[in-house]
């Protein structure tokens, strides 16, 4: 069974340039996350999606990011423009039940490295 | 906003060692989770505690959902070379109608052979 497939697995860009990751997850997970993980940090979370329904996106800073899953299966999340502070990694995940179940099992991908200069 | 607190912040250890990290709460958590990370790699779930008091073992490694349910601790017997990464604890958060994991910032474990 494949896993998470994000891309690119890395990315530089000078700042102000907008930049875009993308994540297709495991099939039939219903649940995709978005995450960013900076230096020596443990993730944080963007964005969670039931299906195409973005239902917490408090984390995201509207600003400047943004996100979809318009078919309910893969998602992309842009930014623009970027800023030197958005150097990180943006791990996608996927589960197959984001209900308050107990279970927590996500399934991270490798993630897309950003540096901003 | 919810804080978790690991300790240590890295270990160095050799190669058969046992190792114990833990991580703690201001608030209470109904699900504590352990994931590893590898380098260039996305967390892997390693165990799920569902209930206080709960001691789950998964090979080597043994996790307790503590009683208070605002802490937790990981431990790794026998350590070998392939146990290096990053352990994240990890807490279900039911604010609102959904759940979303909180991650602490996670244990650094480097192992000598």
């Known amino acids: 069974e494949a896993g998470v497939v994000q891309s690119p697995r890395y990315k530089i860009i000078e700042k102000k340039q907008p930049v875009a990751f993308w994540c297709n997850p495991i099939?039939?997970?219903?649940?995709l996350y978005w995450y960013r993980q900076n230096l020596g940090q443990g993730p944080e979370l963007l964005i969670r999606?039931?299906?195409?329904?973005?239902?917490?996106d408090s984390q995201l800073p509207k600003d400047r990011f943004s996100a979809e899953r318009l078919k309910g299966v893969d998602s992309t999340l842009k930014i623009q423009p970027a800023e030197l502070g958005d150097s990180a990694v943006y791990l996608c995940?996927?589960?197959?039940?984001?209900?308050?179940?107990?279970?927590?099992?996500?399934?991270f991908g490798e993630g897309s490295r950003l540096t901003v200069l | 906003g919810q804080q978790l607190n690991q300790s240590p912040q890295s270990m160095f250890i050799q190669e058969g060692e046992d190792v114990s990290m833990n991580c703690t709460s201001s608030s209470i958590f109904n699900t504590w989770l352990w994931y590893k990370q590898d380098p260039g790699e996305g967390p892997v779930l390693l165990i799920a505690l569902y209930k206080a008091g709960e001691l789950t073992s998964n090979g080597r490694l043994t996790a307790q959902f503590g009683i208070t349910r605002k802490d937790s601790f990981l431990n790794i017997s026998a350590s070998i070379p392939s146990d290096v990464g990053i352990y994240f604890c990890?807490?279900?958060?039911?604010?609102?109608?959904?759940?979303?994991?909180?991650f602490g910032k996670g244990t650094k474990l480097s192992v000598k052979p």
């Open positions: 999606y039931e299906n195409e329904e973005a239902v917490d």
């Open positions: 995940a996927s589960s197959l039940n984001g209900r308050a179940s107990g279970i927590g099992e996500l399934f």
């Open positions: 099939s039939g997970h219903n649940t």
């Open positions: 990890a807490v279900m958060n039911y604010g609102g109608s959904q759940g979303n994991l909180i």
